[in-house]
């Protein structure tokens, strides 16, 4: 059954306090793997797709990379404005993949306090 | 630009009545999504649209039925509402080509008494 697991559930840092999300899956085949982010009251807003491994994509303070079997999100010297939920999804060769379905993984709760 | 636009955007309801949540969207994406949010479960697809004319079953259908009007607008029926469906309702969209991310409506709250 594919998967995917986020950790930790919650973070919380200080202004400028680097770290990193975690996003590991298991499945038959990986067509994408997608970062999104979602403030309360809203939907979730798109960030990255990540198609093989070892490939990076950067956006200001946010970089996501990604390996065989996981995918980190590093946020690099965070602001309040980064506080939210950061969602990992993936699309696979099963589980309606051929039309864009995606598995999403439970999130994690970023804070970050001035 | 709108993008995605989920009405109405809270409602109540009482356990056994129907309602419809709408769904449009102004991109002219061809596939579009339903899902729910649920504290600890994560967002789950309900029912799918991969283009305009056809509907197929997510991973938790039961309770609801789907109509997809025309390529804008995807709506999402609940014949006789539950408690258990209390939620938060998610619409999104995407283009159909390769891997286009989905976008996504800002919701609708929904809690059944």
């Known amino acids: 059954e594919d998967q995917v697991t986020q950790s930790p559930e919650a973070l919380r840092l200080q202004e400028g306090e680097s770290s990193s999300l975690n996003c590991s899956y298991t499945v038959s085949g990986l067509r994408g793997l997608f970062w999104y982010r979602q403030d309360p009251g809203k939907g979730p807003e798109f960030l990255f797709t990540?198609?093989?491994a070892g490939e990076e994509k950067e956006k200001e303070r946010l970089k996501a990379t990604l390996t065989k079997k996981e995918s980190f999100l590093h946020i690099t010297a965070p602001k309040p404005e980064d506080s939210a939920t950061y969602l990992c999804?993936?699309?696979?060769?099963?589980?309606?993949?051929?039309?864009?379905?995606?598995?999403f993984g439970k999130g994690t709760k970023l804070s970050v306090k001035p | 630009n709108a993008g995605v636009t989920q009405t109405p955007k809270f409602q109540v309801l009482k356990t056994g009545q129907s309602m419809t949540l709408q769904c449009a969207q102004d991109m002219n994406h061809n596939s579009m999504y339903w899902y729910r949010q649920d504290p600890g479960m994560g967002l789950r697809l309900i029912y799918y649209s991969a283009s305009e004319g056809t509907t197929d079953k997510g991973e938790v259908p039961n309770g609801y039925n789907v109509s997809r009007l025309n390529k804008r607008e995807f709506s999402l029926r609940l014949e006789s509402a539950a408690p258990s469906q209390t939620s938060v309702y998610f619409c999104?969209?995407?283009?159909?080509?390769?891997?286009?991310?989905?976008?996504f409506g800002d919701g609708t709250r929904l809690s059944i008494l």
């Open positions: 999104a969209s995407r283009r159909q080509n390769s891997n286009q991310p989905q976008h």
């Open positions: 990540l198609y093989s």
């Open positions: 999804a993936v699309r696979t060769f099963h589980y309606g993949g051929s039309q864009g379905n995606l598995i």
